[in-house]
């Protein structure tokens, strides 16, 4: 029994182990039958009955997604165990040359952080969790006595309107006097902005005059900015210049140097006039430069001043260009000020057609709260509660992952062996990166010696197989999980295993990216020996005690899944689901079917059938992470 068959429920076992003893003889029934269908339709043709659905049926039980690789056996080797995430060391429990057992912790790592996580991961699970049962139960009393204050303030604002109308009517007669007024006032304002514009023309006397310096401003400003850019140029050829004379002259005093050293006096006396010379231009480009710092101030200084005169003489333009918009503005004020004293009596009018349609506006707000009431306390349909159910069953998960980072804060020895080295200290920073097995001399191993963790452990006994991994799966492994190895030599026995180390980097081979992971055999074998190959499967996947159905009748994936359910009546029809983990051969159900409901699988064309020793929905052979096929369980689903 392994790993993967071990955690299904005996009576799931025992399905299993007939499925497997009968699988080859259901293989060729199915091509007996499929001939006899065969036979049959080409003798019968177009008029014989249409075929009935292919059909499985929601059962209750474990659903499992395995990964698989190949590998080779070695020699237990030392092993580095480090935490796998980074974090400050809070207590180490052993020390160099103590022997330590198989989950004995090693040490531990601060773990506030995780645990406010996991606090947050529980708040969102219950919240999660209320919020479906609110969907599943409806409204509460007190969200229906708010419901009801809904309708009433509703009501009381039909009632409000009504009142406002006959408010409206008093009012109108006021409205004559209030335009009189507005027109006084309007007309006062007219005279202040008069005289403003008198005030703003004593600058310009006219907006031409004013663009016209503006003009002339922005001229002598473009002129000063190009001499500014040509005397900037200069500089910068200027620096680049001495730049180049200092590096000549830095060689020729090194030159200089060689040749005195070396005793050359005709070398020295030429490389010291070179030195001479280099020493020269530079002092030169320096005055240049000195002078130009000079002219670059004072063309800065006129271009700050054109910028000055070009904001001023465009803010006087802009004040006589506002002072007539502001004119024009006042005129077209004071004429809707007339025009609204003209128009007065009619504003009673156009008020109780207002107040109407306020009043109308109210009876349909009215009508649309009792609506909305009806909408909230009608019973839950099935796509609310498929929706609430997945956001709980993605709270759980983010508590899983959470729980899991907790308990990572805690390091625990993989395997029994002895502390070769201790590589921390409390208070420290750990940079993670988990366990890796050290390389031996013969360089056998999944990694390099040069990765250490918290503990090197050494003294372990034993056999290791390490095999390499799709990127895709690794991400899905940890340190400690269990798997069931198999050796080629040895293909009746299967070996109980566990992890024991994940490589932090891949290997590529032919443009395919794998990560060497290490597994202990829990137990030894006669005649295991390292070189051997073998084959290990790992439950990268487990739902217990769920619904499942054929992953093959389940389209989409979680809140947003569809299966087709075969009615009593013979009709089907769509019904949305929450889907869960997709295992080897099944999907587990977490919302939307019950258990013994009959579920309509996709049809397959009866020649391709034929053509192929592969009938998934027969058999429910699935896919693996490491491209094998297992019968998880067969039963339960036929047609």
């Known amino acids: 029994m392994n790993v993967i068959t071990s955690r299904l429920p005996v009576r799931e076992r025992r399905r299993l182990s007939l499925a497997r003893l009968g699988l080859l003889n259901g293989v060729l029934g ?3 039958v499929g001939a006899g269908v065969a036979s049959y339709f080409a003798v019968a043709g177009a008029s014989s009955a249409p075929a009935a659905p292919r059909t499985a049926t929601v059962q209750r039980g474990v659903v499992l997604s395995t990964t698989s690789a190949t590998g080779t056996l070695q020699a237990a080797q030392a092993l580095n165990v480090g935490f796998t995430s980074a974090g400050t060391i809070t207590s180490i429990a052993v020390k160099a040359g103590q022997r330590v057992e198989r989950g004995q912790i090693l040490g531990r790592m601060d773990s506030t952080s995780a645990r406010q996580a996991v606090q947050q991961a529980e708040a969102a699970v219950a919240n999660a969790q209320a919020q479906y049962e609110q969907t599943l139960t409806g409204e509460s009393a007190q969200q229906r ?3 009801a204050l809904t309708i009433t303030q509703a009501q009381q604002a039909l009632a409000n309107a009504r009142a406002s109308a006959r408010q409206d ?8 006097a209030q335009a009189n007024r507005q027109l006084a006032v309007d007309q006062g304002q007219e005279k202040v902005d008069l005289y403003q514009q008198q005030k703003d023309r004593a600058t310009y006397a006219t907006e031409a005059d004013a663009q016209a310096a503006i003009d002339a401003d922005k001229a002598q400003l473009a002129a000063d900015q190009a001499k500014q850019q040509s005397d900037q140029q200069s500089q910068l050829d200027l620096q680049h210049q001495q730049s180049v004379d200092r590096a000549n002259l830095s060689l020729a005093q090194a030159d200089l140097s060689q040749a005195q050293a070396a005793h050359d006096a005709a070398g020295a006396a030429s490389d010291q006039s070179q030195v001479d010379d280099f020493t020269s231009a530079v002092n030169n480009d320096q005055n ?3 002078a130009l710092a000079k002219t670059l101030s004072a063309d800065s200084y006129a271009v700050s001043q054109d910028n000055t005169k070009v904001t001023n003489d465009q803010n006087a333009l802009a004040a006589l260009q506002n002072d007539t918009k502001t004119i024009r503005a006042d005129e077209a004020k004071i004429a809707s000020d007339r025009q609204s004293v003209s128009s007065a009596k009619l504003t009673a009018a156009a008020t109780t057609a ?7 506006g109210d009876l349909l707000a009215l009508t649309s709260a009792h609506a909305s009431v009806a909408t909230k306390q009608a019973p839950a349909t099935a796509a609310s509660l498929a929706a609430a159910l997945a956001s709980v069953v993605n709270a759980q998960v983010g508590l899983a992952t959470a729980q899991k980072v907790l308990a990572d804060t805690v390091l625990r020895a993989p395997i029994a062996g002895t502390v070769a080295s201790v590589n921390g200290a409390v208070g420290a920073a750990q940079s993670g990166g988990g366990n890796s097995a050290v390389s031996s001399s013969s360089g056998s191993s999944s990694s390099s ?7 090197t452990l050494t003294g372990i006994s034993g056999m290791q197989l390490v095999a390499g991994f799709a990127e895709t799966d690794t991400a899905k492994l940890r340190v400690g999980q269990a798997a069931t190895v198999t050796i080629d030599a040895l293909p009746t026995t299967e070996l109980a295993a566990h992890i024991v180390a994940i490589d932090g980097t891949s290997t590529s081979s032919s443009g395919v990216v794998t990560y060497n992971v290490t597994f202990a055999l829990d137990r030894t074998e006669a005649g295991l020996k390292p070189g051997m190959t073998g084959n290990v499967d790992v439950v990268i996947g487990e739902a217990d005690n769920v619904l499942h159905v054929p992953t093959a009748a389940v389209r989409g994936s979680g809140a947003n899944a569809t299966v087709t359910v075969l009615q009593k009546d013979g ?10 983990l997709q295992g080897d051969s099944s999907t587990a159900i977490l919302g939307g079917l019950k258990a013994n409901q009959t579920v309509v699988l996709p049809s397959v064309n009866l020649s391709s059938a034929n053509s192929s020793t592969n009938n998934n929905a027969t058999f429910g052979q699935g896919r693996l992470g490491g491209g094998n096929a297992k019968v998880v369980i067969p039963g339960g689903f036929g047609g």
């Open 30 to 32: 199915a091509a007996l």
């Open 145 to 147: 006595k708010q419901d």
């Open 169 to 176: 009517a008093r009012q109108s007669v006021a409205s004559v």
């Open 288 to 290: 240049q430069l000195d």
């Open 354 to 360: 207002r107040d109407s349609q306020t009043v109308a």
């Open 449 to 455: 010696a040069t990765s250490t963790g918290l503990v």
């Open 571 to 580: 009709q089907q029809a769509s019904v949305p689901v929450v889907a869960g």
